[in-house]
């Protein structure tokens, strides 16, 4: 069986077809991120797919500042999924969790700004058979806090979808 090296992903078995989920890892500000690579039923992969996959995460800083202004535009839309996801997670915290989790006092100081600066970024997944989207990353306010996230998705060339989802 043929196979490839990923940067991210390590060695990877090239098969035809078949449905997978590969997990890697990628360092981001110092903290591990987990990487899914999806493989859909009749995607191919080869070692022009992972080569593709491994330079487009060079560039997964500058993808994490752009979906952060995504969802900074978002929290302007009192419709949004952002905007609920704010209100949701942060209507019943404490001054201390508020502190906590924001560095401010209370929760009138806790702008869209402030929000945006809490998310962090849990997990990437990368659909390489998609490419209007991508890249799908997850922001969560903390492990041990929600277990739900705001996510974000690219396409390919990295250009972050005009939608800002909550799963």
């Known amino acids: 069986m043929e196979t490839a090296v990923s940067r991210h992903f390590g060695e990877i078995a090239l098969t035809p077809a078949g449905q997978r989920i590969i997990s890697g890892l990628y360092e981001h500000d110092g903290v591990p991120i987990p ?29 994490v500042d752009a979906a952060r ?5 978002d929290l302007q839309d009192d419709d949004s ?24 006092a209370s929760q009138d100081e806790v702008d869209g700004e402030r929000f945006v600066q809490a998310l962090r970024l849990t997990k990437v997944g990368i659909f390489p058979g998609q490419p209007e989207r991508y890249f799908v990353l ?8 929600t277990d739900e996230v705001l996510l974000a998705a690219a396409d390919e060339d990295g250009v972050v979808d005009d939608e800002v989802e909550w799963d």
């Not at 202004?69 to 535009?73: A, G, K, W, Y």
């Not at 999924?81 to 401010?104: I, K, M, T, W």
């Not at 997850?138 to 806090?145: D, E, I």
């Open 35 to 63: 990487l899914d690579l999806s493989i859909g039923e009749h995607d191919r992969i080869d070692e022009a797919c992972l080569h593709k996959v491994d330079y487009r995460l060079r560039f997964l800083p500058e993808l």
């Open 69 to 73: 202004e995504r969802i900074i535009q």
């Open 81 to 104: 999924p952002a905007v609920e996801y704010r209100h949701f997670h942060c209507q019943n915290l404490s001054d201390g969790r508020v502190r906590e989790l924001f560095g401010v």
């Open 138 to 145: 997850g922001f969560t306010l903390g492990q041990g806090f």
